[in-house]
């Protein structure tokens, strides 16, 4: 099924450890994010992108990377995982062209654990 | 920089009931999109309605509708006859059209509904 793909689901970290979200969407989206989720803060926007070697900040960008060198994906990196960054981390694309198709596609998320 | 507000944190209703949940925005911007997601426990996130702030005309999905009122900058979302499958995180968030486009979240409200 088209969609956005998001892996892993679920993970654990210890202290200082990198890793990598992978997203991946196959409807020709320009446009891609990551957001985290947090209690009583709702989702804020970590990384975007508008198109294939473009990316900016969000609200919240410490401690990430982020590259999009396909238009099909967006992979978020932390670099040395803090117990901060546990959070629930949701991939979403979008077309960017302002038209009837203007909404956004969610993965399913990733619970991350940092102890 | 656009903002968004959900000022309840959570909200009840019995089953069969009536409820409203309320968003307010803030933005320069005269045209742009709203959308009210639901996140059941699952965490996936769903679009339940969307409206474009061109249109006068209230959006209606079913037993979901929603009362805009551009001037006050508000967007409130009604649940009519309500389900045991209505209970979920609900989002009010806020896209631009002009510039990077980018999806705004409330904080959330959590819907219960009691049988």
């Known amino acids: 099924n088209a969609g956005v793909t998001q892996t892993p689901k679920f993970q654990v970290l210890k202290t200082g450890q990198s890793m990598t979200l992978q997203c991946a969407q196959d409807m020709n989206h320009e446009y891609m994010s990551w957001y985290r989720q947090d209690p009583g803060m709702g989702l804020r926007l970590i990384h975007y992108s508008v198109g294939a070697g473009i990316t900016d900040q969000g609200e919240v960008p410490n401690g990430y990377n982020v590259s999009r060198s396909t238009t099909e994906d967006f992979p978020l990196r932390l670099l040395s995982a803090a117990p901060s960054q546990t959070s629930v981390y949701f991939c979403?694309?979008?077309?960017?062209?302002?038209?009837?198709?203007?909404?956004?596609?969610f993965g399913s998320g990733t619970r991350l654990t940092v102890v | 920089a656009q903002t968004v507000t959900q000022s309840q944190p959570e909200m009840s209703v019995q089953e069969a009931e009536t409820v409203t949940l309320s968003c307010t925005y803030d933005?320069?911007?005269?045209?742009?999109?709203l959308f009210w997601y639901k996140q059941p426990p699952s965490r996936q996130m769903i679009l339940v309605i969307r409206q474009e702030a061109y249109k006068q005309q209230n959006a209606t999905e079913n037993r979901f509708s929603v009362n805009f009122q551009k001037a006050a900058k508000s967007f409130s979302l009604k649940i009519s006859d309500s389900q045991l499958g209505d209970a979920a995180m609900y989002f009010c968030a806020y896209r631009a059209i002009q510039g990077a486009q980018k999806l705004v979240f409330g904080q959330g409200t959590r819907l219960t509904i009691n049988p």
């Open positions: 933005t320069s911007e005269s045209d742009y999109y």
């Open positions: 979403a694309s979008s077309y960017l062209t302002v038209g009837r198709n203007y909404g956004y596609t």
